[in-house]
């Protein structure tokens, strides 16, 4: 994490707080996370350089970065177009080849480039949406917060073994919630 320049992601008027271990506003409702929480996510992926990761929530592009030097390559989706264009801006700047990003609803995955051996989910939701499940690996790992909205939810990671989740609790998380589909879905 020490390489990845967090000042980069985060609004100017902010920067003198970017790496300060807390949450900051990056516009559009919408946080970078606080770095504890990004180390954290990434290391229950566990993830190996051979690794193809699937991150729902390309958000400042921060934890983007975190994936990318930690694996072969990253796919990120953002449902919101302009933070998904400033997220692209600042990774091509820093030089990043195996990051490709896509405006779109991260419900339904990217499936032309599935199968994924880890997905990263960045928001809540109170369910694992089924479209990730199918399109990760088995033996792939998937981390997420579970939960409702404006509750406490549980940072989870759910192991694909024989096509089923072993689900692993770590601890109590609030995330923003995950957009699109699912609140359909889940209503």
């Known amino acids: 994490m020490d390489a990845v320049p967090r000042h980069l992601f985060v609004p100017e008027h902010l920067r003198g707080s970017a790496y300060a271990d807390r949450p900051l506003p990056i516009g559009e ?47 990120s989706i953002e449902l919101l177009p302009s933070l998904s264009e400033r997220a692209k801006k600042v990774l091509d700047g820093l030089g990043y080849k195996n990051i490709e990003t896509k405006i779109g609803d991260g419900f339904f995955g990217w499936e032309e480039r599935a199968p994924f051996d880890a997905i990263l989910v960045t928001a809540a939701a109170p369910k694992i949406p089924e479209p990730l499940w199918r399109q990760l690996r088995e033996g792939g790992r998937l981390v997420m917060p579970l939960g409702e909205e404006r509750k406490l939810q549980r940072l989870i990671r759910a ?23 699912i609140q359909k879905r889940s209503r």
């Open 29 to 75: 409702g919408q946080t970078i996370s606080q770095p504890y929480i990004v180390a954290r996510m990434s290391e229950l992926l566990a993830l190996k350089a051979t690794d193809s990761v699937l991150e729902i929530g390309t958000g400042s592009g921060y934890q983007t970065a975190v994936l990318a030097s930690l694996s072969a390559s990253v796919s």
């Open 159 to 181: 192991r694909k073994s024989a096509g089923q989740p072993v689900i692993e609790d770590f601890s109590e998380v609030l995330f923003v919630p995950l957009r699109g589909a």
